[in-house]
């Protein structure tokens, strides 16, 4: 029987994909292993493809289609962007189907019910429940800027205008809440859980959201008391004016990661604990992962929590997992 090598043929298939025959930002990543030398940025994306490959035959081939679709168009950063997306994807996906679950786990990537063909990115099986994992990660690379720039930052939906513009500094800048792509990413998530929850007789789903090292920011606008989507006085209303509520939305993991993909693909060292660009960490490393239960949901399995290592997020865990309302950043002299 001939031996196979599932890496040299994942690398031969991309290298004859969009990846090389079009402009691709991940072109000059993947051109090192071509040339038998290492990067680890390349080297992850093709390892967690592979690790994928076991749960869900197909996967690694279809996965590297969708990022070579992303090209054609030189440096072009909404396309960027897009990569980050799915490189993040990628990073929750392969903790999910490596993780060893006390039960018989039997996964569906990309799955559809009789009646809707909006999907989640997999549901697992076998056990009290059956879960649904939808992922997403948010553009920042404007809100990264600006943050960077501005020594004001308004964390919360609480000030009036008027009071931001009376704020100490407020004349040499302003970064607002960015709470909307949390606000569409649970819009999203309802649509795409809502019949699964009709389909199953027990069903979770659990939104996962991929955040830079600023986590406070996806915390405030979920559970920040004057204006949090997960309470009675949420910024986003429906047409008669009364909060949104997502009852097919159970609860909400935040993982604090997109920075390491930014500075990998950057080729810039990784920080805190990372071992390499899709190092998933260790229970208890830093940054921790939080969960956020939905007080309108139907509660989340533990091994669900377990295998992501999700905690509610308290006050010990530092100052970045409790919600602000307001941010000076102080530039202090070196020394």
């Not at 994909?17 to 390349?42: C, D, N, Q, T, V």
């Amino acid at each position: 029987m001939e031996e196979t090598h599932p890496e040299k043929e994942l690398l031969q298939y991309i290298y004859e994909s969009k990846i090389f025959s079009e402009w691709h930002y991940y072109a000059y990543h993947f051109r090192h292993l071509l040339r038998g030398y290492e990067h680890p940025f390349a080297q992850s994306i093709v390892n967690a493809c592979l690790l994928c490959e076991n749960k869900l035959p197909g996967f690694a081939k279809s996965f590297i289609d969708a990022i070579a679709s992303i090209s054609g168009r030189e440096k072009y950063k909404p396309h960027y962007e897009q990569l980050l997306q799915r490189i993040a994807e990628l990073h929750i996906l392969q903790k999910l189907l490596s993780y060893e679950w006390p039960f018989e786990a039997k996964f569906k990537y990309e799955p559809t019910t009789n009646h809707s063909r909006k999907n989640p990115e997999l549901t697992i099986e076998g056990g009290i429940k059956t879960i649904g994992v939808e992922v997403k990660a948010p553009s920042l690379l404007t809100h990264r800027k600006t943050r960077s720039t501005n020594p004001t930052q308004i964390s919360a939906r609480i000030f009036t205008e008027q009071q931001i513009e009376e704020l100490p500094d407020a004349s040499e800048g302003v970064t607002y809440p960015r709470d909307n792509p949390v606000k569409d990413f649970l819009i999203s998530a309802e649509e795409k859980f809502k019949p699964f929850n009709e389909e199953y007789t027990d069903f979770s789903g659990v939104l996962v959201i991929v955040w830079d090292d600023y986590i406070y920011e996806p915390i405030t606008a979920l559970i920040h008391e004057g204006s949090g989507l997960f309470t009675g006085n949420s910024f986003a209303l429906d047409n008669e004016g009364n909060s949104l509520k997502f009852l097919n939305v159970d609860g909400v993991i935040i993982i604090s990661h997109l920075h390491q993909l930014i500075r990998a693909a950057a080729e810039q060292p990784l920080v805190d604990s990372c071992r390499h660009p899709l190092d998933y960490g260790l229970d208890g490393d830093f940054p921790q992962k939080v969960f956020i239960s939905n007080p309108n949901g139907n509660g989340v399995p533990d091994t669900l929590l377990e295998c992501l290592q999700a905690y509610t997020p308290t006050r010990k865990m530092g100052a970045e997992y409790s919600p602000s309302d307001l941010i000076w950043w102080i530039e202090c002299p070196i020394g």
